[in-house]
């Protein structure tokens, strides 16, 4: 049982990390029109955007976000311990690529959060990514003016995800079986 194998009598629970850029440019997608007609949509162009830095958990699709200026270690380990002190009564193991602001001889690691580090270049493992693609696609097409627009949108479409849409995207099954087989 892995509980026993910590040694620590509280719950454990497998999260994934990542971040992701959000911007005044216009996410664009498809969209169905007539054959022949050429879709149309308004296309902003300003550069400015803010981090989006994110926790899911798969079995269950509890999350956690929040939003910062820019990416660096300061900005994570701000992140660490946000997240930390919200679920301060678990064990939290947390998956994350290799971005060098995870590894920072800066970080001070909270004592319930334990980092497992994916292989370097292969997002394609961290079950965040369908979530960041899913929130990318219902702002897609979205004309925001300023950042202040754009964050509410994305409140908008964070508040109507809920826990069993985060673990239907989220929680492959090879993920939830391991997890299983590991706290039995």
């Keep these: 049982m892995l509980l026993r194998y910590l040694g620590d009598e509280r719950q454990v629970r497998y999260w994934c990390c990542d971040e992701s850029r959000l911007g005044l440019k216009t996410i664009t997608g498809r969209t169905i029109t007539i054959k022949g007609v050429k879709p149309q949509g308004i296309v902003g162009w300003h550069r400015k955007n803010f981090y989006l830095y994110g926790v899911v958990e798969p079995a269950t699709g509890d999350s956690f976000f929040w939003e910062f200026s820019h990416l660096d270690g300061q900005c994570f380990q701000e992140f660490l311990d946000l997240f930390s002190q919200e679920y301060s009564n678990a064990l939290n193991l947390i998956q994350m690529d290799n971005g060098s602001f995870h590894k920072s001889m800066d970080l001070k690691w909270p004592s ?54 985060i673990a239907s995207l989220c929680g492959w099954d090879y993920i939830t079986s391991a997890l299983l087989s590991a706290t039995s």
């Design 112 to 165: 319930n959060v334990i980092p497992i580090f994916q292989p370097p270049n292969s997002p394609e493992l961290n079950p965040i990514e369908r979530l960041w693609e899913h929130i990318k696609y219902e702002l897609s097409w979205q004309h925001c003016t300023n950042l202040d627009e754009l964050r509410q949108k994305l409140k908008q479409v964070l508040d109507s995800i809920s826990s069993e849409a």
